[in-house]
């Protein structure tokens, strides 16, 4: 090829056309919009702090003191476990949407959230311990304070 072939224009490609959205896409989109739907159906309380820990506790402790708080029904977890769905997902999820809002605080109570991430270390997600249905709890963590709680990017 002559060196002067180089510098001419190519024909104009025409961008492939958008292929409408498949059946993986489809159920994609729907178990994310049922995830999202079970999140916020499991989201209570008031105030700009998230408390997060094991079972009851914060539920009692964002009801006394302020807060918000996630609180999923088990008949749900068990639904989504029967179903080969890990029920840690809609906690995962509520805690993305109340990141997303901004919220200012968010409060570790009643667990060893050091333990757990020792134990967690090298594990596939799959594999990580948890605590009822939850991987929160108080102890000091990186980027948190001795008290547990942890600021948000931006407070």
């Not at 914060?58 to 029920?87: C, F, Q, T, W």
Request: net charge neutral; hydrophobic share 35%.
């Amino acid at each position: 090829m002559p060196f002067s072939d180089l510098f001419k224009k190519s024909p104009k490609k025409e961008p492939a056309p958008v292929k409408p959205a498949g059946p993986v896409e489809k159920k994609n989109d729907q178990f994310s919009d049922l995830l999202k739907g079970i999140a916020q159906n499991s989201t209570d309380g008031s105030g700009t702090r998230l408390v997060l820990g094991e079972g009851m506790a914060p539920m009692s402790e964002a009801l006394k003191n302020g807060g918000r708080y996630i609180l999923v029904h088990p008949e749900v977890i068990r639904k989504l476990e029967e179903n080969g769905i890990d029920g840690f997902l809609v906690y995962e999820a509520a805690l993305k949407m109340e990141l997303a809002s901004k919220i200012p605080q968010i409060d570790f109570i009643s667990g060893d959230a050091a333990g757990l991430m020792q134990q967690a270390q090298g594990k596939p997600e799959r594999q990580v311990p948890s605590i009822s249905g939850s991987c929160y709890g108080s102890g000091t963590m990186p980027g948190t304070t001795a008290t547990g709680k942890m600021e948000t990017a931006g407070s």
